[in-house]
Nanobody, 115 residues
Framework: QVQLVESGGGLVQPGGSLRLSCAAS????????MGWYRQAPGKQRELVAG???????NYADSVKGRFTISRENAKNTVYLQMNSLKPDDTAVYYC?????????WGQGTQVTVSS
């Protein structure tokens, strides 16, 4: 059984930083894409950033230049470094792993940006 465990969310002031982590355990095809999505109240879940096993990345336009996604393949772990946070970044952040036809989700971690 595949499990994704997220950590690192919390409350931060505008302009601050947070680092999210997500560790995947269980049998996962090593040729996978890991990513982060977020969902704000009343809005649809949206892609924040993704990264392939070969370290190719993509970002939502709204976070480019502020967020950095990275991964450690040996640990099946993905990170999201979030800098210059804005109130609009407030959301539940979900870790996601896509491996072949399989899709896995973490339980979500709350990020709140407020003064």
């Amino acid at each position: 059984q595949v499990q994704l465990v997220e950590s690192g969310g919390g409350l931060v002031q505008p302009g601050g930083s947070l680092r999210l982590s997500c560790a995947a355990s269980g049998r996962i095809n090593s040729n996978n894409v890991m990513g982060w999505y977020r969902q704000a109240p009343g809005k649809q879940r949206e892609l924040v950033a993704g990264i392939t096993r070969g370290l190719t990345t993509n970002y939502a336009d709204s976070v480019k230049g502020r967020f950095t996604i990275s991964r450690e393949n040996a640990k099946n772990t993905v990170y999201l470094q979030m800098n210059s946070l804005k109130p609009d970044d407030t959301a539940v952040y979900y870790c996601n792993v896509r491996a072949g036809s399989s899709l896995y989700w973490g339980q979500g971690t709350q990020v709140t940006v407020s003064s």
